[in-house]
């Protein structure tokens, strides 16, 4: 048999979906699996973004423009401009998802064997993205000790070589919750600057910003013109993931000019889900408030029952929709998988995400799980529930 390749050989597998074929058999056994695992928000789409595309009279659905619709792109400046980043419609990519923003700010700044340093853990695919673009990952530490907040800046300039292109950061973390402040985005400027290296953001939970805290752009530090770039997403922002509509922001026309260039390749983004990403930008604030106060009362929920569990350690997660727990347990991995295979109450299991897939670190995160809280408030009540009385009865704990 011809083989596969080096690349599709070390593609890591998502820690966050291997466990599915464990929770199909759970299904089938009648068992009701309560998912923590996955960041799928159960949150309604917003109506205008359904109705333009259910009321569109398209006759055509053709290619869009490669960078998506001028139209479109002017709209999405205006809305940075609310979030005090100035951009225009030049400095942006409309992309497939936030995913192929990733791949294509990757492919764009980084040759094989260049180094992006970013902070672990975080979100789990970024390993698969750089495998495809050949890149290593250099992690740096952060700890659930201090919430996952930036690592001292020293232990990112020790891990500077030649080789290192950019710093990538999750900003609110998925999987960490973690909010980085001004002072930390600014220290992170300054560094990439003193080295001219790009500074990589994935702001896709921009919104998801709790107990009164905003969220600081890259985009907003004026120095950054030829150093920032921004991955965005409507995914999260509209519940709207299976649109597949994000975008890739930067002032640095060099890295626009290569990422258009990707995208050529692709030639465009879905068509009708630009219609509706268009129309989700008149989503009334009201939908925004709402959305954020159902979600800090799932956070407090989770939080207040975890805190019942003894034993475990749990951050104090500012934004997005996730935490990571540290449980009493060695092998989180084997935990979640049996979880789905051995244990039920009262015919039905949770299903969770084993932390280590997040950490490029080997042996990082092995007694860690993350926790999305996208259910509601009495589903989360129950899945803790269970949570606690499977780690009384957990035979490795
Ligand atoms: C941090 C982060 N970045 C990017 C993505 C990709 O999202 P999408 O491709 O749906 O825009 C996700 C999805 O969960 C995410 O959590």
Request: charged share 25%.
């Amino acid at each position: 048999m011809p083989s596969i390749s080096k690349k599709g050989r070390s593609m890591p597998e998502s820690p966050i979906r291997k466990l599915v074929p464990f929770a199909e058999d759970a299904r089938e056994r009648g068992v009701e699996v309560i998912h923590l695992n996955i960041g799928q928000p159960d949150i309604k789409t917003p109506q205008v973004a359904l109705d333009a595309v259910k009321n569109n009279t398209i006759e055509v659905l053709s290619y869009s423009r490669t960078e998506g619709t001028d139209q479109y792109r002017k709209k999405i400046a205006n809305y940075y401009a609310k979030h005090d980043i100035k951009v225009t419609h030049k400095d942006i990519i409309v992309t497939t998802g936030g995913s192929e923003a990733l791949a294509f700010a990757m492919g764009s700044i980084a040759d094989s064997e260049d180094e992006i340093i970013i902070p672990e853990p975080f979100y789990a695919n970024y390993n698969g993205f750089a495998v495809a673009a050949g890149v290593n990952v250099v992690p740096v530490v952060s700890n659930i000790e201090d919430n996952f907040a930036l690592p001292p800046i020293e232990a990112f300039e020790a891990c500077i070589t030649p080789r290192t292109k950019a710093i990538l950061i999750c900003n609110p973390g998925n999987p960490t919750g973690y909010l980085y402040t001004r002072e930390e985005i600014k220290k992170l400027a300054k560094l990439v600057l003193k080295y001219d290296l790009f500074l990589v953001a994935d702001e896709v939970y921009r919104e998801f910003a709790y107990d009164g805290a905003q969220h600081y752009s890259i985009l907003q530090e004026g120095e950054l013109d030829d150093h920032a770039i921004i991955v965005d997403s409507v995914s999260k922002r509209y519940s709207m993931c299976g649109a597949r509509i994000g975008f890739l922001v930067t002032r640095n026309k060099a890295v626009i000019q290569a990422a258009l260039k990707f995208a050529q390749a692709r030639l465009s983004p879905p068509t009708y889900a630009q219609i509706a990403s268009e129309a989700a930008l008149e989503t009334p604030q009201s939908y925004f408030d709402a959305v954020i106060k159902e979600y800090v009362g799932r956070r407090n929920i989770l939080l207040e029952e975890l805190a019942k569990i003894p034993g475990i350690k749990v951050g104090n997660p500012q934004g997005a929709f996730y935490c990571i727990v540290e449980l009493p347990i060695k092998d989180a991995d084997d935990f979640a998988q049996w979880l789905l295979e051995k244990f039920e109450v009262n015919g039905k299991t949770v299903m969770v995400a084993p932390a280590a897939g997040f950490y490029a670190t080997e042996g990082l995160g092995k007694n860690q799980i993350r926790i999305a809280y996208v259910l509601e408030k009495e589903q989360l009540i129950s899945a803790v529930a269970i949570l606690k009385q499977a780690l009384n009865t957990y035979p490795k704990a």
